[in-house]
């Protein structure tokens, strides 16, 4: 069955940076794109990017293009979210979201989500 | 960007009732190439991750209940629970996957009266 895993939580520092990984089980990892989602303390959604694992080419929410860097390694079946220059307002869940099939960009498989939190 | 707005904000709706959440966008998401809407529905419970209820405005992910049902076109949608259960207590959010980048409505809280 399709699994996404994610590290765990996270306490970082402002201006630190963090590294969240995603690792994916149970299907063919180059087929399908996955995007990086979060969710501040009793907010609402928030799409930051996606990535195709195949040829690792990104596309980045406006808001994250300068901090924010998506890679893979496929000899792990792993997709990572680097974001650089934290501050507080950072402090959120971070998830990560397989396309429920190749025919458009609905999130059908999620992580479990990876809190990052931002103080000093 | 499309602005995914979503109305109610908060919803009480008694057991067995039909709940009806609406999602506008600031421009249309029909997908010419498939003549499809690039709209989605989620449910989010408290401590999980969002979970797909409806995608293409009105397609039913596998497994989930028929009481679930999505309908419209272009810029306006609505999601509807025919009958209100009780574990159907949740945030609902819609999601357009029309463009990059991909927005989300602010979220729907629906609640038991």
């Known amino acids: 069955q399709v699994q996404l895993v994610q590290s765990g939580a996270e306490v970082k520092k402002p201006g630190a940076s963090v590294k969240v990984s995603c690792k994916a089980s149970?299907?063919?990892?180059?087929?399908?794109?996955i995007h990086w989602v979060r969710q501040a303390p009793g907010q609402g959604l928030e799409w930051m990017g996606v990535i195709n694992p195949s040829s690792g080419r990104t596309d980045y929410a406006q808001k994250f293009q300068a901090r924010v860097t998506m890679t893979r390694d496929t000899s792990t079946s792993t997709v990572y979210m680097d974001l650089s220059s934290l501050r507080s307002e950072d402090t959120a869940v971070y998830y990560c979201?397989?396309?429920?099939?190749?025919?458009?960009?609905?999130?059908?498989?999620w992580g479990q989500g990876t809190l990052v939190t931002v103080s000093s | 960007d499309i602005v995914m707005t979503q109305s109610p904000d908060s919803l009480t709706v008694s057991l067995g009732e039909r709940a009806t959440i609406n999602c506008k966008s600031s421009?249309?998401?029909?997908?010419?190439?498939?003549?499809?809407?690039?709209l989605a529905w989620y449910q989010q419970k408290p401590g999980q991750p969002p979970k797909l209820l409806i995608y293409?405005?009105?397609t039913r992910e596998s497994g989930v209940p028929d009481r679930f049902s999505g309908s419209g076109s272009g810029t306006d949608f609505t999601l509807t629970i025919s009958s209100l259960q009780a574990e159907d207590v949740a945030v609902y959010y819609c999601?357009?996957?029309?463009?990059?980048?991909?927005?989300f409505g602010q979220g729907t809280k629906l609640e038991i009266k």
């Open positions: 421009q249309s998401v029909l997908y010419s190439s498939n003549n499809k809407n690039s």
């Open positions: 293409w405005a009105s």
């Open positions: 999601h357009q996957y029309y463009t990059t980048p991909n927005t």
């Open positions: 979201a397989r396309l429920l099939t190749t025919e458009g960009h609905f999130l059908g498989y």
């Open positions: 149970g299907y063919t990892f180059t087929f399908y794109y």
